[in-house]
Structures are given as C-alpha cells and as structure tokens.
C-alpha cells in the first residue's frame, strides 16, 4: 500500500503555469537584491508598505567580532606564557621546560638589568642557579646521562658568561667592582663545592690536554702583543707621553689580576681547566 503511495507521490509534480510563475518571482527578487548593495535581511509583508529590518549581524558587537577574537587570542597567549614562565622557573635540565627557563626567563632577566654590575651581578646569580640545579638532581641520584651532559654545558657557559662580564667591568675601570663580582663567584662556587668538583670530573681530562696547548698559544700571542704594543707606542703619543706611563697601567692591571687571583683560587682554577 505505501509503495503505490510513494509512486503516485514521485509523479506528482508542478504545472507549466506554475514553473513560470515561481522563475518569475525569483527573477524579480534577484533583480531587486543585487549582489554588491547593501539588502536588508527580510522583509515583514502584511502591512500597508514593506517594515525593512537590520539583520542582527550587522550589530557593532558582531562587525567587531575579528577585532575582539584576535585580543582574546592574545590575552590568551599571554596568559599561557605566563603561567608556562612561571612553571619553568623551577624546572630542572632535562625537563621539558627547562629551555624557556635559560633560554627564555634568564635572558629577559639580562636584558632589563641596567649597568655593567649588575648585570655581572645576574651573572653570578645564575651561575649560582646551575650548581643549586645539579645539587637537586644529584640528591635524586639523577645527574647522569644527558642531565650530567647539561649540567656541564649549562655550567661551562655560565663561567664563561660571568668572566666575559668581570672582563668588561675590568676594561671600563672599575677595578673595585670586578673584584667584589669575582668574590661574589668564589662565594657561590666555594658553596657548591661539593658538586663543582662532581661537574668538573669529566672535563678535567680534556683540560689537561688543552691546556698545554693554550699555555703555547698564550705564548706566542703575549710575543705578538708585545710586539704590536711596541709599533702602537708611537701613535699614541697625544695619550701617553712616554712608555713610562703605559709600564704603569700595564702594572696596575698586573696587581688588579694578582688580587683577584688571591680571592678567587677556586674561580681562577675553572678557569684554567676551561682554558678561557
């Protein structure tokens, strides 16, 4: 019964009269709905004229939509990152996090620090961070592996980072500072000395190694700098009136590394094995 029910449905079908009438009245709405002018979105019959309504979309709230998913975007963004920020900061080498740690936190923390103290200052603070990390894992018995094998990169590059820092303290005149930077170190190190000499083990062979070789190369770079030191003598003139004068600074720079060798044994001696 339903099949001749279907059947009798699917024949049914529009008269030619009414085909005509329906494109009629499509083709007039197209005609006065052309593409590119503004439309409005429905119009209200049953009244004496057409009531043309806004469609809702065309609210402020909805034209502003983009504007206001982007900063919610951001706000977002910046509200992981801080959270991400924050959760690094405790974070140890090998952890997941622990790239935004150095990699992201310490250098924000280096570039809004003003003046060279200070900012040799953060180094030193950071150098402290490195052997407080290594002391945790190796109280967990975890600095092995690839975690020992950043605890000395990380090490090594804090060294350097420090002493590139006094250097230019140094170079900028201010002996007194990069004296009490330099005791800074030696305080952090001498603290950590335990795991300082756990990191230092496995670079200590190669130093060996090396350090003949930067004893040569010192060598020969203190002839050549004598040598050059000797041809610019004549051109600085205007500065210095006689090499007198340079004898002096070269002995009062001599007497500022003699000083801070005396307070930094510990510090000195990392050096040395690194051979910076």
């Keep these: ?143 092995d592996g690839d975690r020992k094998t950043e605890v000395e990169i990380q090490f090594k590059k804090s060294i350097k980072n420090t002493l590139t820092h006094i250097n230019t303290l140094k170079a900028s005149g201010n002996a007194d500072n990069a004296i009490k930077v330099s005791s800074n170190v030696e305080t952090s190190l001498q603290k950590h000395k335990k795991i300082v000499g756990k990191i230092l083990d496995r670079t200590k062979s190669e130093s060996e190694n090396t350090k003949k070789e930067k004893q040569e190369d010192r060598t020969g770079a203190s002839i050549q700098n004598n040598t050059t030191a000797e041809s610019s003598y004549s051109t600085t003139s205007v500065k210095f009136e006689n090499k007198a004068e340079i004898k002096v600074l070269e002995s009062q720079s001599l007497d500022l590394e003699n000083e801070i060798d005396k307070k930094t044994p510990l510090f000195r001696d990392i050096i040395e094995k690194y051979s910076f």
């Design 1 to 143: 019964m339903y099949e001749k029910i279907f059947k009798k449905i699917k024949k049914e079908g529009l008269t030619a009269e009414e085909k005509d009438y329906g494109l009629h009245l499509l083709k007039n709405f197209v005609d006065s709905n052309p593409i590119g002018i503004p439309s409005p979105w429905y119009k209200k019959f049953g009244q004496k004229s057409f009531v043309l309504l806004k469609s809702p979309f065309q609210n402020s709230f909805f034209v502003r939509k983009k504007t206001l998913v982007g900063a919610l975007a951001v706000l977002l963004f910046i509200s992981l990152g801080e959270s991400l920020s924050l959760a690094a900061k405790y974070s140890l080498p090998g952890d997941i996090l622990y790239p935004i740690k150095i990699g992201l936190n310490e250098r924000i923390e280096s570039a809004v620090t003003i003046g060279l103290e200070q900012k040799a200052e953060i180094k030193v603070k950071h150098l402290d961070t490195r052997l407080a990390e290594a002391e945790k894992l190796d109280t967990a018995n975890k600095l």
